[in-house]
T-cell receptor, first 111, second 114 residues
């Protein structure tokens, strides 16, 4: 089955700096890689996803890159703001099989 | 269009009691997934259901845990004879089931076993 590892587990940055979270996966059959943001007391919310036929995707200050050969993908947040502070989860898999999540990264953006 | 609704938000049970967690998927969604989030851990897949069918329960403990998604009504995750180790946040997500479409999560049920 799929195994997803996520690093770092905690990340602290100054407001305005960039934040990068990295994930690796093991199952080469995985073709869907979403990222979720979980704010305190809430369920995870999808913020961006990427499919295996795409190497990079951007949405305003958020970007995700995928390297299928190396089996890793990353979340990049530029110009971080305090409201970006949350726990971020990566995931890999397909929705007709179980989606495996990383252990999460707690991002703190200091004003 | 209401999002995924989970209730209750908080549930306290004594050891040995039963816990029933409910998940109403988004309108038009026929696929439901249950995940468990233990403290300081990521989301662990438990079970994947379509209406009236369990598709994949490989992540669900074999004993005390069961899940259903009846033709009418919400999906139910049932935990019998709860133990302290069952204390966690339980999230459900729903989707249309089409491959590679996003799923939407509910706000979760926080189960505390005392």
């Amino acid at each position: 089955g799929e195994n997803v590892e996520q690093h770092p587990s905690t990340l602290s940055v100054q407001e305005g700096d960039s934040a990068v979270i990295k994930c690796t996966y093991s199952d080469s059959a995985s073709n869907y890689f979403p990222w979720y943001k979980q704010e305190l007391g809430k369920g995870p919310q999808l913020i961006i996803d990427i499919r295996s036929n795409v190497g990079e995707k951007k949405d305003q200050r958020i970007a995700v890159t995928l390297n299928k050969t190396a089996k890793h993908f990353s979340l990049h947040i530029t110009e971080t703001q305090p409201e970006d502070s949350a726990v971020y989860f990566c995931a890999a898999g397909e929705w007709d099989n179980d989606m495996r999540f990383g252990a999460g990264t707690r991002l703190t953006v200091k004003p | 269009n209401a999002g995924v609704m989970q209730n209750p938000r908080h549930l306290v049970r004594r050891r040995g009691q039963e816990a029933r967690l409910r998940c109403s998927p988004m309108k038009g969604h026929s696929h439901v997934y249950w995940y468990r989030q233990l403290p300081e851990e990521g989301l662990k897949f438990m079970v994947y259901l379509q209406k009236e069918n369990i598709i994949d329960e490989s992540g669900m403990p074999k004993e005390r845990f069961s899940a259903e998604f009846p033709k009418e009504g919400p999906s139910i995750l049932r935990i019998q004879q709860v133990v302290r180790g069952d204390s966690a946040a339980y999230f459900c997500a729903s989707s249309t089931g089409t491959a590679n479409t996003e799923a939407f999560f509910g706000q979760g049920t926080r189960l505390t076993v005392v």
